[in-house]
């Protein structure tokens, strides 16, 4: 890389379009350099499917990646975006399994004949408290990763962002504290 002078005055480190296309010459070299050890080594015999044409589908929504969505699909593998998507809804699922507990309580609690003892009451809301806690941070997390999939992933593939702030108000609504 030459360091060159700019019309202002400074040095810049960018290389010059002939390094680039130099250095872009020598990557290209020690890839097939590389997969030609590989060759002499064996490494590509007995590739599953070695010898056969490629079955590529053709996927109209696909574009330039049908060929790289094919070979995920042969090899039982998802695109990045369809993977975070599984994500997305395990996560969504995980937050909403992490109330089951605290449903049930309060449930038992709310239909109990006789008032609730002051330590069921207290039981009661330290667990509310702290799965409200972590029902918050999943939701965020689950906000995170919906918009590194909606980054990722074609338009039809984008998902809301979840309104955490009325989640919470559903939450705190079905589940009151109660008085200890």
Do not use: C
């Not at 990646?65 to 969504?92: C, F, G, Q, T, W």
């Amino acid at each position: 890389m030459n360091s060159r002078q700019q019309p202002d005055g400074r040095r810049s480190n960018v290389p010059s379009s002939g390094d680039a296309a130099s250095h872009l010459r020598r990557w290209a070299d020690r890839v097939e350099e590389r997969i030609q050890q590989a060759r002499e080594q064996g490494e590509f015999d007995n590739l599953e499917g070695s010898g056969k044409p490629l079955h590529i589908e053709e996927n109209v929504h696909a574009g330039d990646k049908a060929l790289a969505y094919s070979l995920l699909k042969s090899n039982h593998l998802a695109p990045p975006e369809i993977e975070r998507r599984k994500e997305v809804d395990a996560e969504l699922e995980r937050a909403e399994s992490m109330l089951k507990p605290l449903r049930h309580q309060h449930e038992t609690l709310r239909f109990r004949l006789g008032s609730p003892f002051a330590s069921e009451r207290r039981a009661y809301n330290i667990l509310r408290d702290k799965t409200l806690v972590r029902y918050r941070d999943t939701l965020r997390a689950i906000n995170s990763k919906i918009l590194s999939l909606n980054i990722i992933a074609p338009a039809p593939l984008h998902l809301r962002m979840i309104d955490v702030d009325a989640r919470l108000r559903e939450f705190e609504a079905e589940f009151p504290l109660l008085d200890a």
